[in-house]
């Protein structure tokens, strides 16, 4: 059973910074999918940004230019990476994993964005 722990919310300005972490525990077989989506108020959970165990990423039209993915291998982490954050960015940012066994989510961690 995987587990993932997020962390790095909170609250900025607009045009500040934050970084997301996610730390992974726990055993994955074979190919996977692992990344950040999140939720805002009223509105359906979307994909943000997703790395592949081979290191393809894909990121959201909407944060493109703003926000970065990345992972660092040995410490079982990925990590979002949030520039020039809007107001529009603020929501529950999950992380989750996509492997052959399902589909696993963190508890979430809120990033509001306000002046």
């Known amino acids: 059973q995987v587990q993932l722990v997020e962390s790095g919310g909170g609250s900025v300005h607009p045009g500040g910074s934050l970084r997301l972490s996610c730390a992974v525990s726990g055993s994955i077989f074979g190919s996977y999918v692992i990344g950040w989506y999140r939720q805002a108020p009223g509105k359906q959970r979307e994909p943000v940004a997703m790395i592949s165990d081979g290191g393809g990423i894909n990121v959201a039209d909407s944060v493109k230019d703003r926000f970065t993915i990345s992972r660092d291998n040995a410490k079982n982490t990925v990590y979002l990476q949030m520039n020039s954050l809007k107001s529009e960015d603020t929501a529950v940012y999950y992380c989750?994993?996509?492997?052959?066994?399902?589909?696993?989510w963190g508890q979430g961690t809120q990033v509001t964005v306000s002046s």
């Open positions: 989750t994993l996509i492997e052959l066994e399902g589909q696993s």
